[in-house]
T-cell receptor, first 113, second 116 residues
Framework: AQTVTQSQPEMSVQEAETVTLSCTYD???????LFWYKQPPSRQMILVIR??????QNATENRFSVNFQKAAKSFSLKISDSQLGDTAMYFC??????????FGTGTSLTVIP | GAGVSQSPRYKVAKRGQDVALRCDPI?????LFWYQQALGQGPEFLTY????????KSGLPSDRFFAERPEGSVSTLKIQRTQQEDSAVYLC??????????????FGPGTRLTVL
């Protein structure tokens, strides 16, 4: 079975600083997608960034970037220039061909003014 | 509509009652998913539809849970004889196509179910 592990239940960062959220996963597949979703207190999950496993280049979206280490099955999220609106739960998710997502237990990030 | 909508946003039920949760996916999205999110946990897959066909219901925890999408758009998740352990947020998501690597899921705001 596929599993996703987020070992940091809570994190905090000063506004404008950089923070890295970690995620590891377990799979026997070679092709898959990885995602980071953000869930603010309003509870609507929002896609932050995604990475195709066959691509070596790390995905970036403005202040968000990932460090994808396929051999280590690691997929960390870096948030640069943290803003107050980044305060939320962050979920790492894994998807292989097909439709089921597997989510980690989440990291609660607080940006401190 | 502009996004996935769910109703009601909050539902309180007495143990043993039946409940029905509604999901309106993004217009034109082929795939629809239901997830259960317990407090402090990540979402867990319940079931998946491609148009009106329910292709995977492996995540439904018991036969008290039933989902349908009769016309391939709106979906309803029904829970019969609710139990306290059913208390959770129920998330609906939709995606444009029928699967594959490139398919991003867009989530609704969820329905928070509390069973007393």
């Amino acid at each position: 079975a596929q599993t996703v592990t987020q070992s940091q239940p809570e994190m905090s960062v000063q506004e404008a600083e950089t923070v890295t959220l970690s995620c590891t996963y377990d799979t026997s597949e070679n092709n898959y997608y990885l995602f980071w979703y953000k869930q603010p207190p309003s509870r609507q999950m929002i896609l932050v960034i995604r990475q195709e496993a066959y691509k070596q280049q790390n995905a970036t979206e403005n202040r968000f970037s990932v460090n994808f280490q396929k051999a280590a099955k690691s997929f960390s999220l870096k948030i640069s220039d943290s803003q107050l609106g980044d305060t939320a739960m962050y979920f790492c998710a894994f998807k292989e061909y097909g439709n089921q997502f597997y989510f980690g237990t989440g990291t609660s990030l607080t940006v401190i003014p | 509509g502009a996004g996935v909508s769910q109703s009601p946003r909050y539902k309180v039920a007495k143990r043993g009652q039946d409940v029905a949760l509604r999901c309106d996916p993004i217009s034109g999205h082929v795939s629809l998913f239901w997830y259960q999110q317990a407090l402090g946990q990540g979402p867990e897959f319940l079931t998946y539809f491609q148009n009106e066909a329910q292709l995977d219901k492996s995540g439904l925890p018991s036969d008290r849970f039933f989902a349908e999408r009769p016309e391939g758009s709106v979906s309803t998740l029904k829970i019969q004889r609710t139990q306290q352990e059913d208390s959770a947020v129920y998330l609906c998501a939709s995606s444009l196509t029928g699967g594959g690597y490139t398919d991003t899921q867009y989530f609704g705001p969820g329905t928070r179910l509390t069973v007393l």
